[in-house]
């Protein structure tokens, strides 16, 4: 089974651009998630989706950070403008409906902002 | 705000050596928990998880946990460590009836030959 696939690996930008990143859960997986891991730090959640629909963005920096899952399978993560403080590892998982079930972590893209 | 405490950020240890990480949470209601490790250059991946039943839980590679309810405490150990568990260790926290993990800040592994 292919894993939750995620890309750029890696990511270097200026402060004040844009950047994207991609998520493609594993098939069949209904809720994807996006973290935020700041060095040193555990993962923050960012936005959790259903399907194609949001279940919760209460963490996310809505005046700069975007996501969406148009179609309820491959998200995309944005950030315009990008500040220093977004330097971080940012991570997507996935999970299969239904109680108990496990989030699957891609690898995440690494994100330099200077 | 439900928080996760993860007490040793650092920890080395040689191989056979016991090891205990501790985790503690803030939340009095029902929670799921889960541990999970990160080798180098791998990502994140699941050790183990209680949701209800024996509180003390086995998972992957030797590894188990115990949920202690009163001590609002899931502590991970392992009786003897191998030189390939240098990893970074999370314990994350799910509030029955929602899908949304609380990781602490990890503890570091470094286990020597």
């Known amino acids: 089974e292919a894993g939750v696939a995620q890309s750029p690996r890696y990511k270097i930008i200026e402060k004040r651009q844009s950047v994207a990143f991609w998520c493609n859960p594993i098939s069949g997986h209904a809720t994807l998630y996006w973290y935020q891991q700041i060095l040193g730090q555990g993962p923050k959640l960012l936005i959790q989706f259903q399907n194609n629909g949001v279940v919760d963005d209460s963490q996310l920096p809505k005046d700069r950070f975007s996501a969406e899952r148009l179609k309820g399978v491959d998200s995309t993560l944005k950030i315009q403008p990008a500040k220093l403080e977004d330097s971080a590892v940012y991570l997507c998982?996935?999970?299969?409906?239904?109680?108990?079930?496990?989030?699957?972590f891609g690898p995440g893209t690494r994100l330099l902002v200077l | 705000a439900q928080s996760v405490s993860q007490h040793n950020h650092h920890v080395i240890l040689s191989e056979a050596a016991s090891l205990e990480l501790g985790c503690n949470y803030s939340y009095g209601g029902t929670v799921n928990l889960f541990w999970y490790v990160q080798y180098p250059g791998q990502h994140l991946q699941l050790l183990l998880k209680?949701?209800?039943?024996?509180?003390l839980v086995k998972g992957i590679k030797g590894f188990e946990a115990e949920f202690i309810k009163s001590k609002f405490s899931f502590n991970l150990r392992k009786p003897s460590v191998q030189w390939s568990d240098t990893a970074e260790y999370f314990c994350?926290?799910?509030?029955?009836?929602?899908?949304?993990?609380?990781f602490g800040a990890g503890t570091r592994l470094a286990v020597h030959p």
């Open positions: 994350a926290v799910n509030r029955g009836g929602y899908n949304k993990l609380i």
């Open positions: 998982a996935s999970r299969l409906q239904g109680a108990g079930e496990t989030q699957y």
């Open positions: 209680y949701f209800s039943g024996d509180p």
